[in-house]
């Protein structure tokens, strides 16, 4: 597949438009107003921050009645009012070209110097307006990482590519080195902010994130301990694909149900765009009757998977390739987004919910084994409280005592 450069241009038609001196004063003051952040960005020569902007305070009592409403051992936290900010940084996409992404940046009223949280979110979203920087006090992704800050911390919630700022871009589901760049420019942009700022913060960071944001999260652990000086705190990741290959042949094996089915098909959709070797017609990945619906330009969260199997999805040819070991090119795709093991001084957390399918508890314990040549503190924990239809909520909480820990 072949991407489209962005361009970014702006127009500047010819005024022939006298000022008066007062009015004249009052334009550069606005305009000044205006700019301030760019401004102080020219001055400390920022490499990834563009621009800031006010976008919400969320009040201390509410994030707090959310969490001691959800689990009784939030009683032993405080929770602070936070202010939000979105941050406009660059980036690139995954052809390397550059990119203006969106985020947002919570900084709690509290005194002290605290540690900086990166949280990223469960990933594909079903509709883009729900997007951290488009979002405000409620059910979703920003609430969410508000209620981590209001603890203390100060928060990084970066849009994944796709959404907010870069909604006219693809976002790349699932792809681990582009999860991790962006992520990373989206810390640097905040670095540069604090600075502007003057805010102190420790010098480490801790890494959280659910679903897809698991992944970001992990491959941001492994791509700052190997090119960056960031101090890694320690890392928290829930219900992450790590081993992409064990949970594909598994869901195939083993007929997964509606939610895995729907979740695989993006990952094929994804990957469809990502990789030029990958990008055959539905008919080479999914049935006549799903290839037809999938042309139509139909989107997945809208089907309906329930008491379907993989083999009335997917062609049986594509699933017998994955499965024998034939389809090379597939399962190298796979290969390449998975978390490889590493050795890490800083602790990584897994959360596993009890009420979720066993393939991925199966997984995260493979996932765990595989770090026993290192001497890396890794632990699994299973959340007895959570909940499979809302599960982010749950594993919000644990973390926050794991943060704490």
């Not at 969320?58 to 941050?87: D, P």
């Not at 796709?162 to 693809?170: A, E, I, L, T, W």
């Not at 928290?236 to 290959?245: D, P, Q, S, T, V």
């Not at 795709?333 to 490889?340: G, H, M």
């Amino acid at each position: 597949m072949s991407f489209k450069q962005d361009i970014f241009t702006m127009n500047h038609p010819q005024m022939n438009i006298r000022f008066t001196y007062p009015i004249l004063i009052f334009f550069l003051i606005i305009l000044s107003c205006s700019l301030e952040e760019i401004g102080a960005n020219k001055k400390t020569d920022a490499q990834h921050l563009v621009n800031s902007d006010h976008h919400y305070l969320f009040t201390g009592r509410i994030l707090g009645a959310i969490a001691n409403g959800s689990s009784s051992r939030m009683q032993n936290y405080t929770f602070h009012n936070v202010e939000a900010t979105k941050i406009i940084y660059k980036t690139k996409t995954i052809d390397q070209v550059d990119v203006f992404a969106s985020g947002i940046i919570l900084i709690p009223k509290t005194t002290g110097t605290p540690i900086v949280v990166s949280y990223q979110h469960q990933g594909d979203l079903i509709k883009k307006r729900t997007a951290p920087s488009l979002s405000k006090m409620g059910a979703n992704e920003l609430s969410h990482a508000a209620i981590i800050a209001s603890t203390g911390f100060i928060v990084l919630v970066p849009d994944y590519l796709g959404y907010g700022d870069s909604k006219h871009k693809n976002h790349s589901f699932e792809h681990k080195a582009s999860l991790a760049q962006n992520g990373l420019d989206f810390i640097k942009a905040s670095k540069e902010y604090l600075n502007i700022k003057k805010i102190k913060t420790d010098n480490k960071i801790s890494l959280v994130g659910y679903s897809e944001g698991a992944l970001a999260s992990l491959a941001m652990h492994q791509l700052i301990e190997k090119n960056e000086e960031i101090l890694i705190n320690k890392s928290i990741a829930g219900e992450g694909l790590f081993l992409k290959n064990i949970w594909v042949k598994d869901l195939l094996l083993n007929n997964q149900d509606h939610g895995d089915l729907k979740y695989f098909l993006k990952l094929v959709e994804s990957y469809k765009l990502i990789y030029p070797k990958l990008s055959n017609s539905w008919n080479y990945y999914l049935t006549d009757v799903y290839s037809d619906i999938m042309n139509s330009g139909i989107q997945i969260d809208s089907l309906e998977f329930k008491s379907i199997n993989s083999e009335s999805v997917f062609n049986i040819d594509f699933i017998n390739g994955v499965l024998s070991g034939k389809d090379v090119d597939f399962i190298e795709a796979l290969a390449f987004n998975e978390i490889d093991s590493w050795e890490t001084k800083s602790s990584v957390t897994l959360f596993y919910n009890k009420n979720n399918q066993i393939n991925f508890l199966n997984q995260a314990k493979s996932f765990k084994k595989s770090f026993e040549e290192f001497d890396t503190p890794i632990k699994l924990k299973i959340n007895e409280e959570s909940l499979y239809e809302n599960p982010v909520l749950p594993f919000i909480l644990k973390a926050i005592e794991e943060l704490h820990y």
